[in-house]
């Protein structure tokens, strides 16, 4: 079917709908998220993003996997072209380049330090944040901390798996303080470590000292990811002390507690003294009922209490599940131009199920763990360099899974397949996010090892 050209933007939402529940989060949010479908012409199917660096990264890294998503949707191949409009809504194709900055995110070779502000996601903010029993003590430190920065607790150190919240509160931090007229910087480790390297290679230390000691208050999104890197946390050490004991606000999020970060710990241990700790743990039932109720609102539809309450028992590890389940029902009502019934919310969640790349929160080792056992091989042996055909193979799949399945850098997941560099990761990745809508076989494979990633989890959380 060859969707009228009126019906371009709503096609690309349901296409952006079934992308969300495959890419990894931060992937999404960082290519996908601001494009927009502007009109289907023939072959071709014309989608607006809002830089030229966007739609490199687009075609580069993504392709296969955006095309797949498309054809799904409407049944047939196309062409994509990304067409650069710029920012904001979009009301019409443009035709030269918009002025509006890229957002930023790309890793050019900056001068500048990214605006602080920028990076937040302005959905994210105490309003938006539904409080139940799970999250309770984290959102009220997250609040005295927002409301009185550097005074109470400090540092503030909030820790949870993924898709609990973590990130929404920081940014909720971030938001209040600046309505206050105070100076904040939010960054994530990884950005925090990426900075460092960067302004280490350029001569530019003193820079990144001031840049971040500048400030009333520094927002660390996951931690971990510095605990490997010596310079970097070395770096941040002096960075905290500094800003610590000038009295400013430090807030820290992590996937696990600081005692399992040792090196962390150990250096940090009497700051922390004077902190706070505060854990996220998944919603209960009826969080979840009611985060599901407030998405439903901020996306302008009602839904009726047996499909909260279906969804919410489908949906139970933790938000961001929640929320893919929620958009595929919406992409699949608009589509499809049904009403939300208990029978359309039903068929949304067995699509989702049987969808052989689920969205999923699996431990690395986990994946590492199931995927070599079902090649035959054990973890050490998927990670030996040899070119064995079979190995090779089951390391792909762990790098695919890897990449998709947690939030991981390409580092990290370079490191734990024995050492690899980050671009083996993404062509490995790109590798098997091509041959997956191909391959039946392949499919199987996958859905096969999601099954039993999914008994394991199941089993440690009972
Ligand atoms: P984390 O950083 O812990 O991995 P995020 O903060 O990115 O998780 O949250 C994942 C998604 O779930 C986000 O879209 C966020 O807005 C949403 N979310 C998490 N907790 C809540 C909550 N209590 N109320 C509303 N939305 C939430
Ligand atoms: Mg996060």
């Known amino acids: ?3 009228p050209s009126s019906s371009s933007r709503e096609v690309w939402s349901a296409v952006l709908g079934r992308l969300q529940l495959e890419v990894a989060r931060h992937n999404f949010d960082t290519w996908l998220k601001d494009t927009v479908g502007l009109e289907s012409r023939g072959e071709g199917f014309v989608v607006g993003v809002p830089s030229a660096f966007v739609a490199e990264c ?82 009220a430190a997250a609040i005295a901390v927002a409301e009185r920065p550097g005074s109470e607790y400090n540092p503030l150190f909030i820790h ?9 509160l920081l940014h909720a931090i971030g938001h209040s303080v600046a309505e206050q007229g105070q100076r904040f910087l939010y960054a994530s480790a990884e950005h925090f470590t990426n900075d460092f390297v960067t302004a280490l290679r350029e001569n530019r230390v003193e820079a990144f000292r001031d840049k971040y000691r500048q400030t009333d208050v520094l927002l660390i999104d996951d931690i971990q990811f510095i605990a490997g890197k010596e310079h970097s946390r070395e770096s941040f050490f002096h960075t905290f002390n500094d800003l610590h004991t000038s009295g400013k606000q430090i807030v820290i999020t992590s996937d696990s ?18 902190g706070l700790t505060a854990d996220i743990n998944p919603p209960d039932l009826e969080t979840r009922m009611a985060i599901l109720g407030a998405k439903a609102d901020q996306a302008g539809v009602h839904l009726k209490d047996d499909v909260v309450e279906m969804l919410a028992r489908k949906f139970l590890r933790n938000v961001r599940e929640l929320e893919g389940g929620l958009n595929k ?15 359309l919310a039903q068929q949304a969640v067995v699509d989702i199920q049987s969808d052989p790349v689920r969205v999923r929160t699996y ?32 390391r792909q799949v762990a790098a695919y899974l890897l990449r998709q399945q947690t939030a991981r850098s390409l580092a990290d997941i370079g490191r734990l397949l024995g050492d690899r560099g980050h671009s083996t990761v993404l062509r490995a990745h790109a590798k098997i996010a091509a041959l997956i809508d191909v391959n039946s076989d392949l499919r199987r494979q996958i859905g096969e090892i999601c099954d039993a990633l999914d008994r394991r989890a199941a089993r440690s959380a009972s």
Do not use: C
Request: net charge positive; aromatic share 6%; proline share 8%.
């Open 1 to 3: 079917m060859t969707p």
């Open 58 to 139: 687009l075609e580069k890294r993504m392709g296969p996997l955006v095309d797949q998503a498309l054809k799904r949707q409407t049944g047939r191949d196309w062409k994509i072209r990304y067409e650069v409009v710029g920012q904001g809504p979009v009301a019409a194709p443009a035709t030269a380049l918009s002025v509006s900055a890229p957002s930023g995110r790309g890793r050019r070779p900056g001068r500048e330090f990214k605006e602080p502000g920028a990076a937040l996601n302005p959905r994210y903010t105490f309003d938006t944040f539904v409080v139940g029993k799970a999250n309770r003590f984290a959102h």
């Open 160 to 168: 949870a798996g993924v898709g609990l919240g973590k990130t929404h």
């Open 257 to 274: 507690r600081p005692k399992s970060i040792p090196l962390l710990e150990e250096r940090l241990s009497s700051r922390f003294e004077g």
């Open 329 to 343: 029902l919406l992409a699949m009502s608009q589509m499809g131009h049904r009403s939300i019934d208990l029978a």
């Open 363 to 394: 431990h690395p080792t986990d994946i590492i763990g199931i995927v070599a056992s079902y090649y035959g091989l054990t973890p050490e042996g998927l990670a030996a360099s040899t070119r064995k055909q079979n190995v090779a193979h089951a």
